[in-house]
């Protein structure tokens, strides 16, 4: 019996002609097409003119179907901008609608209600997503693969891959990144260094201090946090318990790799939905599950 090689993404497209998708291929004829009709009605026009003219589609064409950015294609990642720049920045939770300003008001903008299915959270931190089903949110370590040796990585790789051969239902692994204030925290430094009991760990923390604030003036700082979020099709006892268990199972599972997986409460899953929705700003907890007017997202993001 032979062996059978297949590609680790089994979402990619066929390869057609020349390394390039239908899609590609269909992107790049529309823009020779667009280049061809344009240099007939551009015929009476210098050389120099109409040839330009003629190639922008054929330029345009090739920057989308053949670019990339941050790994996607440039058609795809202009498509998801327009689709970023049609929809409203201002969003409520407004069960009811929201309503318009009274005249008089000029041109402001104007919100929209925010499409969040989530309905409540148990103290068990159980998601209720109403005719969604239920979803129960865990917190997991993060782990450094490129650091460790080869023996190590495949160890780790092999027990990854039993849990996830292990999974009978739907999970999905979620990567949050947000803002960390560094300001509050180098403050939180300043202040606490007149109170260590040495000197060398006063100039140790003032010194951390200052490095933390150099590095906030020279870019954005981020935290990544990794979330496994179980589905269940049913809010009930039996569609909470499968929860659990599940969520148990990984607990096991990954602990062998390192990895610490801890589902989370009432509290910590309200907390998450909270920056999830704004992690700049986030909105109290029980805005997201309640019809309350409140702006999630600002105008400027």
């Known amino acids: 019996m032979s062996a059978v090689r297949f590609p680790a993404d089994v979402d990619r497209e066929d390869r057609l002609v020349w390394g390039l998708t239908a899609r590609q291929l269909g992107e790049l004829a529309a823009g020779v097409v667009a280049a061809l009709l344009l240099r007939s009605a551009t015929a009476a ?4 003119v109409s040839a330009g003219v003629s190639l922008l589609p054929v330029v345009v064409a090739a920057a989308l179907a053949l670019g990339r950015h941050d790994g996607l294609g440039a058609d795809r990642f202009a498509l998801a901008w327009l689709e970023h720049r049609r929809r409203p920045k201002l969003l409520v939770a407004a069960g009811e609608g929201v ?3 009274p005249e008089g008001f000029g041109d402001v903008p104007v919100p929209a209600p925010l499409d969040l299915p989530v309905r409540g959270v148990s103290e068990g931190g159980v998601v209720d997503l109403g005719a969604a089903g239920c979803a129960l949110v865990c917190r997991a370590s993060a782990l450094n693969f ?12 092999g027990i990854m891959a039993r849990w996830l051969n292990s999974l009978a239902a ?3 692994i979620v990567v949050h990144t947000e803002p960390v204030d560094v300001g509050r925290l180098v403050a939180e430094l300043e202040a606490g260094a007149t109170a260590l ?3 060398d760990l006063e100039a140790a923390a003032r010194d951390h201090a200052r490095f933390l604030g150099g590095l906030a003036g020279r870019r954005n700082v981020l935290r990544r946090e990794v979330l496994l979020v179980f589905h269940a099709p049913a809010n009930d006892d039996v569609g909470r318990v499968s929860l659990h268990q599940r969520a148990d199972e ?10 610490v997986v801890q589902p989370l409460d009432e ?3 309200r907390g998450v939905l909270a920056r999830c929705a704004d992690p700049a700003d986030p909105a109290p907890a029980a805005v997201l599950t309640a019809a309350e007017d409140r702006v999630v997202s600002g105008a400027g993001r």
């Open 170 to 172: 739907p999970v999905q």
């Open 267 to 269: 509290h910590g899953a």
């Open 250 to 259: 990984a607990v096991v599972s990954l602990a062998a790799a390192g990895i």
């Open 99 to 101: 309503v318009a300003p």
């Open 146 to 157: 490129g650091l460790r040796t080869e023996d190590e990585q495949t160890a780790l790789v």
């Open 197 to 199: 009991p040495h000197p």
């Open 45 to 48: 026009l210098p050389l120099p």
